[in-house]
């Protein structure tokens, strides 16, 4: 089993910038990939990023390119999301993802409880 704690979510100002936190624990391999997605209301989930832990080798989506960026502290078992020159459409649950595969769909195995992140105009 894996499980995923979310934190570093809040409110801020468009053009602001947050980062938040994923600490995993549990199986290892169960979780060389880590991914980012969130959930807008009335939307459906949508990918963020993701980062395959043994490679380095990530992808993001092209609506955050250049503004998002991924990384992890291997000591801390923890992935954490850079978010800068947010804007309002950023406004979404976001939620931690875990598996063995890099995917860009949301058929992770593993999933955090997602932090809110509201971005205002």
């Known amino acids: 089993q894996v499980q995923l704690v979310e934190s570093g979510g809040g409110l801020v100002q468009a053009g602001g910038s947050l980062r938040l936190s994923c600490a995993a624990s549990?199986?290892?391999?169960?979780?060389?990939?880590m991914a980012w997605f969130r959930q807008a209301p009335g939307k459906e989930r949508e990918f963020v990023t993701t980062m395959n832990l043994a490679v380095g080798v990530t992808r993001y989506a092209d609506s955050v390119k250049g503004r998002f960026f991924i990384s992890t502290d291997n000591a801390k078992n923890t992935v954490y999301l850079q978010m800068s020159s947010l804007k309002p459409e950023d406004t979404a649950v976001y939620y931690c993802?875990?598996?063995?595969?890099?995917?860009?769909?949301?058929?992770?195995?593993?999933w955090g409880q997602g932090t809110q992140v509201t971005v205002s105009s």
């Open positions: 993802a875990a598996g063995p595969q890099l995917l860009t769909t949301p058929i992770y195995p593993y």
């Open positions: 549990g199986r290892t391999l169960s979780r060389n990939v």
